[in-house]
């Protein structure tokens, strides 16, 4: 596997269920990151980790919940969403430099279409 | 506050022929990036380019140019010789006030057209 990896690439869940979302980056990057994208929106940033500590919380809601086991792995775990939590969730990667410059790009995987009836 | 103004919900272009995907952005810091990403119909978004604030020079990447013109605040893509797969949603994106926080423009649809 190379580059960033996305499991499952589609899911339907119901308002009850409890599920997650997997993704696995294969370059080395030492951050990670959730992005939320809608249609007709731009992507909205969710979590960030930097060194599997969570940096960024943008005031998302309790019920998507981030894990983030190592700098290779990190999960969202999804529970009693509602409907207009339906959107494209990708996941991306960045090697960052401590303090940071500008050039770290970000490196995306192919993202888990939900579906929430 | 960081913004990304991209106009054109959809563009249309002749197989080899050149288009520019257009990109204003708007903020305070003196240092930011600027950054085109792709992304087909499959979902992956796939980094195109990258133009930081102090570069002197735009940005290239084989068929991908950026054309930054700082003092009017544009970072537009100009794709050379468009091919079919070219055809996809492009997102202009940037980077400031913290290097982590990237604000991504609402993107534009390109279709290439044989």
């Known amino acids: 596997e190379t580059g960033v990896t996305q499991t499952p690439r589609h899911l339907v869940m119901g308002m009850t269920n409890k599920k997650s979302l997997k993704c696995e980056q294969h370059?080395?990057?030492?951050?990670m990151y959730w992005y939320k994208q809608s249609a007709k929106k731009p992507l909205e940033l969710m979590f960030v980790y930097n060194f599997k500590e969570q940096t960024e919380n943008n005031s998302v809601p309790s019920r998507f919940s981030p894990e983030c086991p190592n700098s290779s792995h990190l999960f969202l775990h999804l529970h009693t969403l509602q409907p207009e939590d339906s959107a494209l969730y990708l996941c991306?990667?960045?090697?960052?430099?401590?303090?940071?410059?500008?050039?770290?790009?970000?490196?995306f995987g192919p993202g888990t279409r939900l579906t929430v009836l | 506050a960081q913004k990304i103004t991209q106009t054109q919900p959809g563009m249309f272009v002749q197989e080899k022929e050149a288009v520019t995907l257009d990109c204003t952005y708007d903020?305070?810091?003196?240092?930011?990036?600027l950054f085109w990403y792709k992304q087909p119909s499959s979902g992956e978004m796939i980094f195109l380019i990258y133009q930081g604030s102090y570069d002197q020079q735009n940005a290239t990447e084989g068929r991908y140019s950026l054309n930054f013109q700082k003092a009017r605040k544009s970072a537009n893509l100009v794709i050379s010789a468009s091919q079919l797969g070219d055809s996809a949603m492009y997102f202009c994106?940037?980077?400031?006030?913290?290097?982590?926080?990237?604000?991504f423009g609402i993107g534009t649809k390109l279709q290439v057209i044989p």
């Open positions: 370059l080395g990057h030492n951050a």
């Open positions: 994106a940037m980077s400031a006030g913290g290097y982590q926080k990237v604000t």
């Open positions: 991306a990667s960045s090697q960052e430099q401590r303090g940071g410059t500008l050039t770290d790009t970000q490196y």
């Open positions: 903020t305070s810091d003196p240092s930011y990036g």
